[in-house]
């Protein structure tokens, strides 16, 4: 699939610069999102908690720190972004678990995987829900290749300790509420959680 640009569900603008990285920016996005991430992606794996053996797939993996991580918990990871940049970024970082068939990284779109139906055990996508095009067709597409008993976690900048940079990012209670209530309609339930870096929302196939 072919890196493809697309207007935000939350506010109708098309993404680009740090929504869809390329060149130069996104050499800039590494060095940001390696440091910044990190307390973020720490409540996420606490939430998602990993398993040796299990299959996660990653929305929006960036320049691959996440995808490191769980491949660390002994999980094997297939990844879809929208930026070529970063696919290349990802895969140079996770080189000998792409080349052992360990992790799979390519160009997708959460509203457009390309999986096969209940492929995962898990999916995971942080700091990129409101970069998504179709909020509810997204979740559905992640809850087409859960398999049964999956387990969904999406996150975005906030919780109750949120970095300075965080705090620029923060959605308001109007966007968080439609998150949940948008995961609950597709997954039949949802759940908020306000964790020290991000409010993250969690459901099960």
């Known amino acids: 699939m072919e890196e493809t640009r697309s207007a935000s569900w939350l506010t109708g603008k098309q993404v680009t610069g740090f929504g869809l ?9 590494r060095r940001l999102m390696s440091r ?20 996660i797939v990653e929305v929006g993996y ?34 000998a678990a792409v080349e052992a068939g360990r992790a799979k990284l390519g160009v997708g779109r959460a509203e457009e995987t390309g999986l096969p139906d209940e492929h995962a055990d898990a999916v995971v996508a942080v700091n990129n829900v409101v970069m998504w095009s ?5 979740l559905t597409e992640l809850r087409r ?28 209670e109007e966007a968080l509420d439609r998150i949940r209530e948008e995961t609950h309609a597709v997954f039949g339930a949802a759940q908020r959680h306000d964790l020290g870096h991000v409010n993250a929302f969690t459901a099960q196939r």
């Open 62 to 95: 960036g320049p691959g720190a996440l995808v490191e991580a769980l491949l660390d918990a002994g999980a094997t990871v297939t990844g879809v972004d929208p930026s070529d940049a970063m696919c290349a970024m990802a895969g140079e970082r996770n080189q």
């Open 134 to 138: 179709d909020l509810t067709g997204a």
């Open 21 to 29: 990285p390329r060149g130069r920016l996104a050499k800039v996005m």
């Open 36 to 55: 910044g991430n990190d307390p973020e992606q720490a409540d996420v794996l606490q939430l998602l908690q990993p398993q040796a053996g299990e299959h």
């Open 145 to 172: 290749i859960l398999r049964p008993g999956g387990r969904l976690v999406v996150s975005w900048h906030g919780g109750t300790e949120p970095s300075w940079m965080a705090r620029k990012m923060m959605l308001g």
